[in-house]
């Protein structure tokens, strides 16, 4: 190390802001020559002599003799390691402390640093309370006299690391949640960082062992991170104004200061114009109050986060060993150290490594890899190891000469589970009583398809952050950035990644789970390029990048490891970069390809063999360069911001000076030998079997070739009257129009549960796993709805964690599709941070800490499939908005419909940055759920002059769209905000039947549309068009061969021209009307035009389009469907017991609970969004013996049972939560165990039924 560690790291720069102005400063050395190249910069053991006075001082075992001042702080005895500082509940003004750190490295801010102790708690906090372990302040703050000093306000400064109690009662939360938490309040600017929890136990005080917490600051990634006992790291939640630690916002503490909308790198040093001092343990100096606005007040105002008054706590806690790094010790999870002091101590402990296990198959039957995880046992201790999930087995392999160390293998099965991320978790745990147990945690992923293809087929005027759709069910797309372009390509169009602004050419980050992140295994990529000039060393192809630096939209940086397939120096011959294994391989290719300047494309193909580490490259199909490979490559670690370049590096330097198209990475060995590069790698073109019924124009699937045409897209009218059938056809429905409702059908497994209803919950607590989207079943539409015992079965998943990019926000509908037989749901997430651009501020302040948290935060759209509603695959980001959305569109509430061959989303637009919200609604849609095609056009937009009441739309139901002779209708509902005063009223919407787009002849010119190649659906005998022409204009259709001749007796010249206005008019040739013969046959349609728009077609049997009787669909329903007559009786006691799978003899005899079955009745008025809360049900438990003790057990996401353990007789408090759900029966059970004897447990139903009223 070297003197210039601190400074380098410290991100720091020396100038001062001044009104507007700058001026140089130079900086005073903050660190003695010794200081300044120490790991370790504090080290408080608090080994001193028990019973150490007020006054004195705490040793600084670092030798940088950083001692603290001991004030209401006593050294006991009962510490993790020797002594420990005793943290007491009532501070008269502080427990320990050093004043004027601020020219020591004491004082934290941007620059690499870890914070780390052993903490014991004695009980939880008050609410709204904050216990501040670490605590920096400036005490140059004078309340009663603001001053500005070099051009920025001194008051009211403090940095602190501690624990929070939430300051509200949340309904839906089992407990009040307790979160650690990083505050740092620059000048007037509340700063907040907090996690989500991680051992509810260690913070109320009930855990007796000692916990290890570690806060982790990263300045060059600007990425703050937490472990409690070595598991995490926890990113940042949430935060108030800017939070310091999330990737886009650095952490300023007590050392810089500047312009806090920047996104700032350095800062000018804060330093001799202040005198900070150091609090550790609890401090009652501080405040705040009101008047001074000292602390911190969280937005919105129901969060009060401040640094209270000591006076007021009433647990306190020990601290033991308090270390201060200024590097980086931990980024994954680890084995909490032992004691810092006594390195070769006999304290037994467990060492784990590694703690996390990332797993992926690249298909489902795909058997990935085994791993492994070694054991090294400190001293005599034992270790017992289990999993907690079926899908993951665990053998020991070997065992060391010593018992010290054991090394375990790893498998997981992926014929238990489904495609899509799976986490379980392997525990360690010993028989030392301060010893906490430790896990291994296991990421699995499970892919739909092995690999990814990018065939670059968008718009040559394609915007910013427009998604290049990966046409593989992975759903993995790029994100085309403003230093990438669409040019034409070698098939369609191709990537030109050089665009004309700053910022990525095309990436898609996140590759962390996924094959894209390419390493040891079996592996090609491949594709088509072009050069429009000579290349140049160092010119990239593509490029894996390890960790990103994130600044606002659209700038990244990355700072970790490395892949990349580049031009050579000098540029001869091509270079293969893998950082993370050592290794650059130069590679040669023929010059030509690299020199040919405006050449002609040519394939290239690297190959990956895994088992013999060998390299391949192939130009044109020709084998160029085989190299065995120095070293094993490695993927690159798992950081959440692993990211893939195409055409440049991920900061778009080096670019490909040309074009590249219809680029794959297949988790494979494609080729092995000299090959003939396919022609394309779009899948080859087979007839497309269209079915009976329409065929619309709404994207481009049906159109192989046309000229002198345009699409346009049509508004609703609206509103219309409910059509006088409605509620026929809602009845016919299986879900009855009830969007979050899925009947599975009479073959059902079991028919109690053939229903399934969908709810999303809500938490602030990881610790719980209560997030996501739940599921309950019943045996008939309307219940009794009892939960699924693995709920949630889509979660949510903290930011920071694995897999967060594809976690469920909200719940919005699922359909069940006859044609796929599978559900579809489509939900709610959110993007990356620095995904878009910065959102205003609005007045709102709900979404204000969101984009703070999230920079550039915006609603996307996901969607995931099932085959039983249980367990879902296949979720990916289908919505995202780009350059060519006005304002901070996000997307809400799509309702997918099917018409003929074309799925319908009806998409809200959320315009949050106008006028307390405006939403209209648009279509987007597909042919297989996975690919969708977004249509800009308004379908219904709020007034010009927007009133309360008709500004925020929606489309309602599902499934199947309301069709009658001439006309389609779409019920909507519409009100005055997407925020509270709501004003909803509900409405209907209609369009002319199919006539969502069409296809226009353009002037004068005749224009032809042909279809690809179709197979003729038996039973079509006749072919009808949807289309209008002006009074001189006609429609003519002939039919084609495979070769794209007309057929006899189908030419253009035989039909019967079309004119007019017709919603479905047959079309017929001079001696053949019926298609009847063409049955099974492949063929091209075209239609010929002038002066027209042709809307669709339609393929139908004798006699045409048939109107849906609803009514006759609706009583054939009825009479089908199970029914339920709750409303008109209770369930007796034996049909709870049956729904709830209770054993017969499960009765509560032994507690004396009475009723038999605890009911919840909840009546809310039917215009609230939400049903609220009962009052609780208070129900007596009698024991004969008052010395029995008893506890509960419950699981169920809707009920709150209060206490949940005690001794002898006593009144149990029975809250349920109506918030997360809707009208219904609600079935669940609780367990009562006694004397803690599983034999003794007892069952008791409960009943939640919840009415709206008019």
Known sequence: MTSTR???????????????????????????????????????????????????????????????????????????????????AQVSDFVARRREIQQTPLNLGNSDWTLEWWQRRTGPLLKGHVDWVFLLYDETVDASNPSWE??????????????????????????????????????EVHRLSFVQDVHPNFYAGRDSRFTHVAWVYDAALKRLMYFEDGKGPFMVRDGSEVAPGNQTHAVYGMLGSGRLQEYPERFAPYRKLSQVALYLGGQNVIGPTRATDLGIHKIPRGYELAVRPRSERTAGYLLDEVRISDEVLYR?????????????????????TPRRLYFLSTSPQDQPPTQRFTIQSKGDVRAK??????????????????????????????????????????????????MPAQTVEIHYNIQLENSVTWLMDEPLDAPQRMPLEDASQNGLDLALGPGGQMAEGRFGRALDPRGRRKGYAAVTRYIDPTHLNLGATDWTFEGWLRLDRDARAGDVIFELCENLSIGPYPRIRGLGNRMSLSVGPEAQGLEFRADAAGIKQALEVDAEFLSKGAGPWFHLALEHQGSTRTLTLWINGKQQERVKLSANLQRLRATGENTLALGSTVECTHRWPGRLDEVRVTAARVYGKNFTPPESLTAKTVPLALSLGPQLFVDDYLIAESEHVERAFYQAECPVAQPADWEHFLAQHPNRGDVLLADMGPEAADPAKRFLKYSYQHSFSESEQLGGIYCYYGPTRHGPWVAYEQNPVLPYVWAGMPHAYYSVSDHWPVMFDDRTQQLVMVYK???????????????????????????????????????????????????VPDDWDEGETQFQTPKIYRRGDLYI??????????????????????????????????FLRPADEAKRGDKWFHVEGNTQLYVDADRIVVPFRVGGSHKPPRAFYKGFASVPLDRFASLDSVGSATARVRTPLVQIPHGATELRINAATQPEGEVRVQLLDEQGNPLPGYHASDC???????????????????????????????????????????????????????????????????????????????????LLDMPQDSANTQTGISPAVVRIDHTYPENLAYPGDPEPVEVPLELPDPDTRWSIEESIPWLNVKPSQGQGSTQLSFLGHGLQLDAGDYLGKIKIVTNNDPATATWVPVYFRIRASQ
């Open 385 to 434: 190891v289990v999993t907690d999930s079926e899908w993951i087995s665990v053998s020991e392999i070997e065992a060391s000469k010593s018992a010290a160390t054991r090394h375990f293998e790893v498998r997981v099965d992926p014929n238990k589970l489904w495609p899509t991320f799976h986490t379980g978790h392997i525990s360690i745990q010993s028989e030392h009583s301060q």
């Open 905 to 938: 989303a009806f998409v809200q637009l959320l315009r949050d940055d106008v006028d307390r919200s405006v939403a209209s609604v648009a279509l987007a849609t597909s042919r297989d759920l996975f690919h969708w095609t977004r249509h800009r056009a308004p």
């Open 6 to 88: 601190w400074p380098r790291r410290c991100m720091a720069e020396p100038h001062w802001r001044f009104f507007g102005g700058t001026f140089s400063f130079v900086c005073l050395a903050m660190l003695s020559m010794d200081a300044c190249c120490a790991k370790t910069v504090a080290l408080w053991s608090f080994d001193d002599p028990v019973g150490t006075s007020r006054d004195s001082l705490v040793k600084d075992s670092s030798g940088h003799h950083y001692d603290l001042e001991l004030g209401d702080g006593t050294i006991v005895s009962e510490g993790r390691f020797g002594n420990a500082l005793h943290c007491p």
């Open 150 to 187: 070099a051009g920025f306000q001194a008051e009211a400064r403090f940095t602190g690391a501690g624990l929070w109690m939430h300051d509200n009662v949340v309904t839906w939360q089992k407990t009040g949640p307790m979160w650690p938490c990083f505050a740092d309040k620059y000048d």
């Open 829 to 879: 997430t959110y993007p990356l941070s620095g995904q878009h651009p910065v959102l205003d501020w609005y007045r709102d302040e709900r979404f204000n800490y969101q984009n703070r948290v999230i920079s550039g935060f915006r609603r996307h759209q996901a969607v995931a499939f099932s085959q039983d509603g249980l367990h879902w695959s296949g979720q990916q980001h289908i919505l």
């Open 332 to 352: 994954e999870p680890f084995s909490p150290p032992g004691s810092f002091m006594q390195q070769d101590a006999a304290e037994p402990r467990l060492e784990v």
């Open 1056 to 1138: 019967q021209p079309i004119s007019g206005d017709h919603l479905a008019e047959q079309v017929t040739w001079t001696g053949a009307s019926s298609l009847e013969a063409l049955a099974g046959k492949n063929v091209h349609i075209e239609f010929v035009m002038q002066k027209s728009r042709l809307y669709g077609f339609y393929l139908t049997p004798a006699g045409g389009l048939r109107p849906q009787d609803y009514r006759q669909a609706a009583a054939e329903r009825q009479a089908a469907e199970p029914t339920s007559d709750l409303d008109q009786q209770d369930l007796s006691l034996e049909e709870v017991r049956q």
